[in-house]
């Protein structure tokens, strides 16, 4: 074969394993077994970067007997327009801090997102295309019989920006939950 047809067929195999990938990533969120681990299951390992990517948490008391957090997602570069940032997947879970269990449940959650891990406490992305964000923001609050004595509680999250682009695990400061 000459050095053209293998060089050719090298391109159309590696065109159609990329492809193919794209076409077999995860569509509809994260895999269950991420669950776990955070990891997204892609063939590359995770950045060891600063992610481009903020997690804010921020203490919420919706009324006189509901405390929670306002969990978001911004974009970190220094562009002008870092309110937009680019998306592809996500994986955000809130955790008890002592026992690693999910906690509470997410409300408000943004259309391009759903519950996650058979859990209310973690929330992923509803499709693996890149996204424009210019807000990722929703609510976390304790269930009723989780918050009998002040609980200390972790955000975790995974940024995907591409198949060979990510970030995790991403963890916030322990935040304490008290009973109002």
Partial sequence: MSAFLLFFRFIFTWTLFITTHKVLAFPNGAPLQSCHDLLPQHPMPAQNSVA????????????????????????????QFREFFHLAGFLIQVRDDATGRF??????????SKSACNSRA?????????????????????????????????VYATFVKSAALYWTPIASMPILISPL
Avoid: M
């Fill in 52 to 79: 481009p990517y903020k997690l804010i948490v921020k203490p919420l008391i919706k009324d006189q007997n509901n405390v929670g957090l306002q969990i978001s997602v911004e974009g970190s570069g220094t562009d």
């Fill in 103 to 112: 906690v509470g449940k997410c409300s408000n959650v943004p259309s391009l």
């Fill in 122 to 154: 973690a929330v992923t992305h509803t499709d693996n295309g890149q996204k424009a964000i210019s807000e990722l923001q929703f609510i976390w609050e304790p269930l009723a019989g989780e918050l009998q004595s002040p609980i200390s509680v972790r």
